[in-house]
């Protein structure tokens, strides 16, 4: 059984670009969350995707928006990136919307430098 | 949403015994209590849940008052590597993700 993996693992940008992140769910699970991690802070939801839908989404401006495939896999993109984009980007998947106990599996993150 | 607190940071010697308390005041009757570790650079590991009472399982154990406004997490006999981040999580166990809300969690220091 494998675990989430990310790519890329580090990425550097400069403002006003765009950038996808990317994200592989464990095995059997088909719910796929993203979360931002700023230094020294605990990670804030994004939003969640369900077979593919949007399903639940944090306080984040449209230019942050995501993807499910069929297999579960899951991209984030983020446009026109600003300096505060800078953080830890994270992945966590799930067997349901609720998960086993709401528990979540995360992946090692990408760390995403804006310049 | 309850919202949590916890101490920012603890330090602890190793082989000592762990305990990081978290406050909930707010907790409702469906929320169940959850517990994260956070390693630098990782993603967040899920540690253990708790409804009321006592929970324990072969990494912690996870205690619960009778009014649930506060948990506490008990790591025995801890390590250097337990060295790293504790988040408290308060939530509905069947909600989706959008209803997690991570705060800023307890940086625990193991010292030899």
């Known amino acids: 059984e494998t675990g989430v993996t990310q790519s890329p693992t580090h990425l550097i940008k400069t403002r006003g670009q765009q950038v996808t992140l990317r994200c592989s769910s464990q095995s059997g699970h088909n719910t796929v969350s993203w979360y931002q991690q700023a230094l020294g802070q605990g990670p804030q939801f994004i939003f969640q995707?369900?077979?593919?839908?949007?399903?639940g989404r944090g306080n984040f401006p449209p230019r942050f928006s995501g993807l499910q495939f069929p297999n579960y896999s899951s991209e984030l993109n983020v446009n026109a990136l600003e300096l505060d984009d800078s953080a830890l980007y994270l992945c966590?998947?799930?067997?349901?919307?609720?998960?086993?106990?709401?528990?979540?599996?995360f992946g090692p993150g990408t760390r995403l430098t804006v310049l | 949403l309850a919202k949590t607190t916890q101490p920012i940071s603890m330090d602890s010697y190793e082989g000592q015994e762990v305990n990081i308390t978290c406050s909930h005041n707010?907790?409702?009757?469906?929320?169940?209590i959850t517990w994260y570790q956070q390693f630098p650079s990782q993603g967040p590991r899920f540690i253990i849940q708790g409804y009321k009472t006592k929970v324990t399982n072969e990494v912690a154990s996870l205690f619960i008052p009778a009014d649930r406004k506060s948990s506490t997490l008990s790591l025995p006999r801890v390590s250097l590597s337990d060295t790293a981040v504790y988040y408290c999580?308060?939530?509905?166990?069947?909600?989706?993700?959008?209803?997690?809300?991570f705060g800023s969690g307890t940086r625990l220091s193991i010292r030899p």
């Open positions: 995707y369900y077979r593919e839908e949007e399903n």
């Open positions: 707010n907790i409702a009757t469906n929320d169940y």
């Open positions: 999580l308060v939530g509905d166990r069947y909600s989706s993700a959008s209803k997690i809300i």
């Open positions: 966590a998947s799930s067997h349901t919307r609720g998960g086993r106990d709401n528990e979540q599996f």
